[in-house]
């Protein structure tokens, strides 16, 4: 299973990213995907999920700028990230999980670094 993620870069704030998470080895319908974030010297934390039924929610610091798809066709989630903070720089995961019989399956993208200067 691999879990590649791409669309990380340098942005001025106030600009957007896209960024994309593709799964391979797995069928991604089945599994609950999210993104994490990483800031430099910071724990990681939970930035949006969506479950394999297909409804999302976005951790409050992002609602209203962050929004999270997918496309199980191409196993693949999405990350739109508009209004863009210099707070926003981080470290970004993709992860998939599912729960079956009791076990997690989880699985993480290697990360995509987002820096969003001043």
């Known amino acids: 299973v691999q879990l590649q993620a791409s669309g990380g870069g340098l942005v001025q704030a106030g600009g957007s990213l896209r960024l994309s998470c593709a799964a391979s080895g797995i069928i991604s319908s089945l599994y609950d995907m999210a993104w994490y974030r990483q800031p430099p010297k910071k724990q990681r934390e939970w930035v949006a999920g969506?479950?394999?039924?297909?409804?999302?929610n976005t951790a409050i610091s992002v609602k209203g700028r962050f929004t999270i798809s997918r496309d199980n066709a191409k196993n693949t989630v999405y990350l739109q990230m508009n209004s863009l903070k210099p707070d926003d720089t981080a470290t970004y995961y993709c992860?998939?999980?599912?729960?079956?019989?009791?076990?997690?399956?989880?699985?993480w993208g290697q990360g995509t670094l987002v820096t969003v200067s001043s």
């Open positions: 969506i479950i394999s039924g297909g409804r999302e």
């Open positions: 992860n998939f999980r599912r729960v079956v019989l009791g076990r997690t399956q989880e699985f």
